[in-house]
């Protein structure tokens, strides 16, 4: 298949901008994966499409305040420091903007001295590779001078940046936010427990390769960023229990679908795995583990699309975006909602 095929036309006054007041307020298209019906519902009527005995798997990720702006030393230069990659303790990759100050051997000042940055090093794809000094905590330190890495379609300030977090968030290390988790609350979750669903936690970070435009004509020529994951003992024992018992496993957001699907690629099963995964789900790719999907409207021409319409059906995908446009859902990280099971 071609990129152009997960082309579709969205105006741009259908780009949220900013989260909804309330988490689960936003508005849900579900879709049947195989009639390809669709309704239109509110978030909350997740309940109606549960059954008990099914289990909700969510990434608990939580997204670094990455966004950290520094000082250049010798000539008060300032230069955008995006971190990307860990690659060990206090050697990160990092995005840097305009690069051209971010040479190697260049020392940056942070949060007015509280962190201190030597270039190291350039990456293959242009980026820098940034050794850090401190003292105390690293983690703290970002969580007081740094921002959260919004998209580049979002124009808006975030005023709480807690709203580009998921209420489970727990494990830091994210580029950007595993969107579909943003509806929920702890009361509708309590809702989903109390029906007879368990919810299940795995881990992946998002990296913003999950933005990055696919460049080629033919979709299988795409290379794939790679993102670290988590699945462990007690999600997986979760999954092959409830498979067991008929139930059905729904994954909240493609990012735990990713990891779903790498461990049950990787290993032939659903088991306790740690890993890196490279892996791109586009049409013809036969699903190991996920019987269910909570997502957002994705951007076109996106990995994501490609990930939704392998699950769904291109042409039942393509054709609920088009709904979605017509009836004027808000698109992207702060916007609506999409289900995909089916009866």
């Known amino acids: 298949m071609n990129t152009s095929d997960f082309w579709y036309d969205l105006p741009e006054e259908l780009i949220a901008q900013t ?4 988490r689960d307020a936003s508005r849900m298209l579900h879709l049947d994966k195989e009639t390809g019906a669709i309704e239109h519902r509110h978030f909350t009527d997740i309940l109606d499409y549960l059954r ?3 289990c909700l798997i969510l990434n608990d990720t939580r997204v670094l305040p990455a966004r950290i702006y520094g000082v250049k030393e010798e000539t008060g230069a300032v230069v955008e420091f995006l971190l990307l990659k860990q690659r060990e303790l206090d050697l990160w990759e990092c995005l840097c903007k305009p690069g051209k100050r971010a040479k190697p051997g260049t020392v940056f000042s942070f949060g007015d001295g509280r962190l201190k940055g030597t270039v190291t090093d350039v990456t293959d794809d242009g980026g820098r590779v ?10 703290a330190i970002l969580e007081e001078i740094g921002q959260m890495p919004l998209p580049p379609y ?10 580009y977090q998921t209420v489970y968030s727990n494990e830091l290390g994210s580029a950007a936010a595993p969107t ?3 509806h929920f609350t702890p009361e509708l979750l309590k809702k989903v427990e109390d029906m007879g ?6 881990t992946l970070h998002v990296g913003l390769g999950t933005f990055r435009p696919v460049k080629v004509d033919n979709i299988e020529e795409h290379k794939m960023h790679s993102e670290h994951y988590w699945m462990p003992k007690e999600t997986a024992d979760l999954i092959n229990r409830t498979k067991a018992n008929g139930g059905r496993v729904i994954a909240v957001g493609t990012t735990s679908c990713r990891t779903l699907e790498s461990v049950a690629t990787k290993l032939g099963c659903i088991a306790e795995d740690e890993d ?3 892996i791109f789900i586009y049409p013809g790719y036969e699903f190991k583990a996920m019987d269910g999907l909570i997502t957002n409207f994705h951007l076109p021409e996106s990995t994501l699309i490609m990930l939704v319409s392998a699950f769904a059906g291109y042409d039942h995908t393509m054709n609920a975006y088009a709904e979605a446009v017509k009836e004027r859902y808000r698109f992207f990280s702060f916007g609506d909602s999409m289900m995909i099971t089916s009866n």
């Open 276 to 278: 890196w995964t490279s």
């Open 19 to 22: 989260p909804l007041k309330q």
């Open 180 to 182: 579909a988790g943003l």
């Open 154 to 163: 979002i124009k808006e300030k975030l005023e709480d940046q807690e709203r």
């Open 130 to 139: 940034v050794k850090f000094t401190y003292d105390g905590n690293f983690y």
């Open 197 to 202: 669903v368990a919810i299940g936690k795995v």
């Open 52 to 54: 008990p005995g099914d």
